[in-house]
Every structure is written in C-alpha cells, then in structure tokens.
C-alpha cells in the first residue's frame, strides 16, 4: 500500500491509495477540482510507504490544469475506482461532482447524503476491499453528525496500519464541535479513533500542526512531548513539508483532545468528567485560534472565488 498526500486549497489534504500489486487506487477527500494549490508555482505530491513512513517521490503539477487528481493517477499508472469522503463539507467533498463526470462508473462513497456525488452511503463498522487493502468504516460523529473515518490495514503484510481520520482527529488536535454533543465527540475521539493500535498511521485533513501544537502547550506546559513535536513541526513548516502522518501512540501524548483523562488536561479545564473536559477545551480553543490574527470576510470571499466556489457576476 502506497499513499499519496496531496497539499490542495489553503492547508487540505486529499490522499491517493494505491494497492501496487493490482493498481488500482482510492481517493480520499477530493476537494475543490479548479486549484490544487494556493500558491504559485507547482504542486508538490509526497508518496508515503507505511513500513517505513519514508517520501519516495515528488511530482510537480502546473497549477493551470484542471483536475491535478488525475493527471497524478496518470503518472501513476493505476485505476482510480472509488472515493472514500470522511464528511460533507466542501473542502472535502466538492470535487467528487466533477472527477465522476471525468470518470464514469466513479463509486463516490461516505455516511452522510449531503456529500456530492453519493453513489452508497456506508454504516458504521462496514468493511470494504481493495486488492489486499481492507477498509473498516468508523462513524465518527462531531465535526459533523455523518463523519466518518477509514481504517485500513493489508493482508500479509508488515506495514502499520493508517487510519484517514478527516476532520475528526488532526495532529495535535481534532475538527470543531459542529453538529453533536461533546459527549459524542468524545466516544468518536476516545473510545473510537483512540483505542485503534498505537503503531497506525494518521492521515488528517488538514495541516494545522502548528497551531494546535501551540494550544496543547498552552493547555500542558510542562508535557516533554509536546515541546518536541513542537520544536519538529516548526522545522517541518520552515521546510514547507507536511507533518502528516503522525501515529496514534504519538496522539496520545501529546494530543490534549486524546488525553481528556490526564490530570494537566483536567486542571486546565477545571473539568473532571471527559465528556466535559473535552466541551471545555473546544471552547477554549475556539478562543485560542480567535485570538491569532483571524481570516476577515473579505479574504474568505477571495479564496472562495479563487477555488471556483463563488461565480464572477454575467455582464448583462
């Protein structure tokens, strides 16, 4: 099993899975078709193999061409045949409309309807195959009521597994209580994601280690862990390399919104019980990122027109 992060938009990931002994591939999160990437210049893909987590190979992609997803699957020389979409939100989801149109026979698959293009909706602990990659559907609301997260290991083989958590865990973090209650949120963190083996792999849905690195100290300062994985991410944005993936284990010590059970996490939050300590620390990070420089109306409208979600008005 190979896997192929793709930066696209503003700081997402879209991921191309390939079974390398029959070629074919899955898609993860196809976003919005029109740009891969904010900035000028190319489109750098990274290849990931899970035995070693090691880069094997970058591509660079003109940003004039319309659909980047499948000129990377040219490249590749595989059969893409379906998408596995984590939720509904357009970042993650408006380019299925576009790549089943290029593709026919295109199987676009989620939990929840409101995602583009829905060819089957999935139920929580449904298992899927491709070649000899195995997919187990983990229904993880609290981002949103129907996300879901993709768990996928390789028969006779020594790789760890990876889980494509989307916007229900990120690296240090986890996505906005949008839709469910804390306590919801919490099974899908906690009793979920959290009890997955420790060596899997986690591929989230966006890149905002930094920030979340400095919320969790803000939340532990006194956590070795997180100074460390700070100190790396740093170097890793100095570097403009993506810090995904991390691995469970890792999560688990540094990830605040994984450790809602520690006493540091609970004297923050002035909470005792997880379900409750995790609403606290939503809210304060909501807070947190508030405070750093906000995004105005006026450039969320921009980016939105540039990533061809907004239409320029016809001349009458």
């Known amino acids: 099993m190979k896997v192929k992060v793709i930066p ?14 029959t070629r074919e591939a899955v898609a993860v ?23 070693t987590g090691s880069h094997l190979d970058h591509l660079h992609l003109p940003n004039s061409h319309p659909f980047q997803l499948l000129e990377i699957v040219g490249r590749e020389g595989v059969s893409l045949t379906t998408v596995l979409t984590t939720h509904h939100h357009w970042d993650h989801a408006r380019g299925n409309t576009e790549l089943a149109r290029l593709l026919p026979g295109l199987v676009v698959l989620g939990a929840d309807e409101r995602i583009c293009a829905l060819t089957r909706r999935l139920a929580h602990g449904e298992e899927l195959r491709f070649g000899a ?25 020594l ?3 990876a889980v494509f958590s989307g916007d229900a865990l990120s ?27 420790p060596e899997t792999k986690v591929f989230c849905g966006h890149e905002h280690t930094l920030g ?8 532990e300062p006194c956590n070795n862990h997180v100074k460390a994985k700070l ?7 100095e570097d403009d390399v993506p810090t995904v993936p991390s691995t469970l284990g890792e999560e688990l010590l540094y990830n605040p919104f994984l450790r809602v059970a520690e006493e540091p996490v609970c004297k923050f939050t002035g909470k005792v019980a997880p379900a409750e300590v995790l609403e606290v620390l939503c809210r304060e990070r909501a807070s947190f990122e508030q405070a750093a420089e906000p ?17 320029m008005p016809r001349p009458k």
């Open 212 to 219: 979340n690195l400095e919320f969790a100290q803000k939340v």
């Open 171 to 197: 690296v240090a973090g986890c996505g906005s209580c949008l839709e469910t209650t804390a306590q919801q949120m919490y099974h899908s963190l906690v009793e979920t994601l959290g009890t997955l083996p």
């Open 8 to 21: 696209v938009l503003e700081d997402n990931y879209m991921y191309l899975v390939i079974e390398e002994h």
């Open 159 to 161: 790789d760890p597994p």
């Open 29 to 51: 999160d196809v976003a919005v078709p029109k740009r891969a990437h904010p900035l000028p210049g190319a489109l750098c893909t990274r290849a990931w193999r899970p035995n």
């Open 133 to 157: 990659i195995h997919v187990r559907c983990l229904l993880t609301p609290g981002h949103t009521s129907g996300h879901m997260s993709y768990f996928l290991w390789e028969d006779e083989c």
């Open 295 to 311: 995004l105005q109306p006026q450039a969320r409208a921009l980016l939105a027109l540039q990533w061809g979600l907004l239409s």
């Open 231 to 237: 100190s790396w991410a740093k170097k890793r944005d």
